[in-house]
């Protein structure tokens, strides 16, 4: 008499064989849709790289699709025609899965970001008589992309040689210091055209912190280079220049930080000999740094000039130091000039500052002769007005 025994109940991994193409499937379709949604985050042009992508996993899906439905068609093989229809609807989910994964879990591009600070800078330079050094000059420091060390200084203002400001731009060269490119130049606003911008480069020697906010650099020849157009070199500067630099950055500013709101403030300006009165109605507005400092200043329709209204903007781009120099513009309101007129009354230039506070909310400025802000090749400067203006100006910031 045969005994009956009972068939062996299936393992889980038995159960799970059938299953196994759809994770390589999966796998391949969760990379495709990353790939078309990351792409697709760049924004502009990108979509039609994303779009790309999305073409190519749509063909494997129906590659795979019909490869599996010939397979099961001509019963070659039911199980390997199963396993590639599975992976076909793998890869389909997988593609959704990783292209809507990327918004989601915010795995898309993203601008690198670059911090930036303010800082202090001082340049000596050996035997150039010509060279007025300053105190302290304002320097700007850049950090590298998604990171905290110095990537590139630019200071502002360093002193004048024969009456030209003086510039720098240099890179650190990180760790604790070593050779690396110094460049000088002269601010192309003091320099008359057609004249060559006068600059000089050259190799530098720098001890500077490890992450490079801090340091100094010397140099014993940097070179007066020429026009980039020309190659002619500009006459009546140094041909070499020597000597030192030393900076320090300040703790870098809060990336996501934005500037305080525009505020309130008080402008009190002065033209003697001119006929200026105060306006019935008055605004002035104060916008700030992300530090909290002043960006600038603009009185609109403060003031009126010859019975016209003029709007004047203080820009605090640049060094801010007494002795120090800061843009500013006095110009006719409206749409259309005074009657009569063909342009509209205005002087643009540089007033020297007299007075500044720390955090720059209050301050003073003179200037002298400000032009007229209408260029001679488009026309005369509007007839009955000044062509310059003289006077002094103050400014406060609630």
């Given at each position: 008499m045969?005994?009956?025994?009972?068939?062996?109940?299936?393992?889980?991994?038995?159960?799970?064989?059938?299953?196994?193409?759809?994770?390589?499937?999966?796998?391949?379709?969760?990379?495709?849709?990353?790939?078309?949604?990351?792409?697709?985050?760049?924004?502009?042009?990108?979509?039609?790289?994303?779009?790309?992508?999305?073409?190519?996993?749509?063909?494997?899906?129906?590659?795979?699709?019909?490869?599996?439905?010939?397979i099961?068609?001509?019963?070659?093989?039911?199980?390997?025609?199963?396993?590639?229809?599975?992976?076909?609807?793998?890869?389909?989910?997988?593609?959704?899965?990783?292209?809507?994964?990327?918004?989601?879990?915010?795995?898309?591009y993203?601008?690198?970001?670059?911090?930036?600070?303010?800082?202090t800078?001082?340049?000596?330079?050996?035997?150039?008589e010509?060279?007025?050094?300053?105190?302290?000059?304002?320097?700007?420091?850049?950090?590298?992309?998604?990171?905290?060390?110095?990537?590139?200084?630019?200071?502002?203002?360093?002193?004048?040689?024969?009456?030209?400001?003086?510039?720098?731009?240099?890179?650190?060269?990180?760790?604790?210091?070593g050779?690396?490119?110094?460049?000088?130049?002269?601010?192309?606003?003091?320099?008359?055209?057609?004249?060559?911008?006068?600059?000089?480069?050259?190799?530098?020697?720098?001890?500077?912190?490890?992450?490079?906010?801090?340091?100094?650099?010397?140099?014993?020849?940097?070179?007066?280079?020429?026009?980039?157009?020309?190659?002619?070199?500009?006459?009546?500067?140094?041909?070499?220049?020597?000597?030192?630099?030393?900076?320090?950055?300040?703790?870098?500013?809060?990336?996501?930080?934005?500037?305080?709101?525009?505020g309130?403030?008080?402008?009190?300006?002065?033209l003697?000999?001119?006929?200026?009165?105060?306006?019935?109605?008055?605004?002035?507005?104060?916008?700030?740094?992300?530090?909290?400092?002043?960006?600038?200043?603009?009185?609109?329709?403060?003031?009126?000039?010859q019975?016209?209204?003029?709007?004047?903007?203080i820009?605090?781009?640049?060094?801010?130091?007494?002795?120090?120099?800061?843009?500013?513009?006095?110009?006719?309101?409206g749409?259309?000039?005074?009657?009569?007129?063909?342009?509209?009354?205005s002087?643009?230039?540089?007033a020297?500052?007299?007075?500044?506070?720390?955090?720059?909310?209050?301050?003073?400025?003179?200037?002298?002769?400000?032009?007229?802000?209408?260029?001679?090749?488009?026309?005369?400067?509007?007839?009955?007005?000044?062509?310059?203006?003289?006077?002094?100006?103050?400014?406060?910031?609630?």
């Amino acid at each position: 008499m045969e005994s009956s025994v009972p068939a062996p109940a299936p393992t889980l991994a038995r159960r799970l064989l059938p299953w196994w193409p759809a994770i390589p499937g999966l796998l391949a379709g969760a990379y495709l849709g990353y790939e078309a949604g990351y792409v697709a985050s760049r924004g502009g042009l990108a979509g039609i790289g994303a779009a790309f992508i999305y073409i190519a996993a749509g063909g494997l899906v129906l590659l795979l699709g019909v490869i599996g439905s010939i397979i099961l068609a001509t019963r070659a093989s039911r199980a390997a025609g199963r396993g590639l229809l599975l992976a076909a609807g793998a890869v389909l989910v997988g593609t959704v899965g990783g292209s809507v994964a990327v918004p989601t879990f915010d795995l898309g591009y993203h601008d690198p970001v670059v911090r930036s600070a303010s800082g202090t800078a001082t340049l000596r330079l050996d035997g150039a008589e010509d060279f007025v050094a300053i105190d302290v000059g304002e320097v700007t420091c850049h950090a590298v992309p998604d990171g905290l060390a110095v990537s590139s200084v630019w200071a502002l203002e360093l002193g004048e040689l024969n009456g030209g400001t003086v510039r720098s731009m240099f890179t650190p060269p990180g760790q604790s210091g070593g050779d690396g490119t110094m460049e000088l130049f002269i601010d192309g606003a003091d320099i008359e055209e057609p004249a060559a911008q006068p600059s000089w480069t050259g190799s530098g020697t720098f001890t500077a912190e490890a992450d490079g906010a801090a340091g100094e650099v010397s140099f014993a020849s940097l070179a007066l280079q020429g026009d980039p157009k020309s190659g002619a070199v500009a006459p009546g500067w140094p041909a070499t220049l020597g000597g030192r630099l030393t900076w320090a950055c300040d703790p870098w500013l809060d990336p996501d930080a934005t500037p305080p709101a525009p505020g309130i403030g008080e402008v009190q300006l002065a033209l003697p000999g001119e006929d200026l009165r105060l306006a019935e109605t008055r605004s002035v507005s104060c916008d700030y740094e992300v530090d909290g400092t002043v960006q600038g200043i603009t009185a609109f329709e403060v003031y009126r000039l010859q019975d016209w209204p003029i709007t004047v903007t203080i820009s605090l781009d640049g060094g801010h130091r007494i002795g120090g120099e800061l843009h500013l513009s006095i110009q006719g309101s409206g749409k259309e000039p005074p009657p009569g007129q063909q342009f509209m009354p205005s002087w643009v230039g540089f007033a020297t500052i007299e007075a500044i506070g720390d955090d720059e909310r209050t301050g003073a400025l003179s200037f002298d002769d400000l032009p007229t802000g209408v260029e001679p090749s488009i026309g005369p400067p509007p007839a009955g007005w000044p062509e310059t203006l003289s006077g002094t100006i103050t400014w406060s910031c609630v």
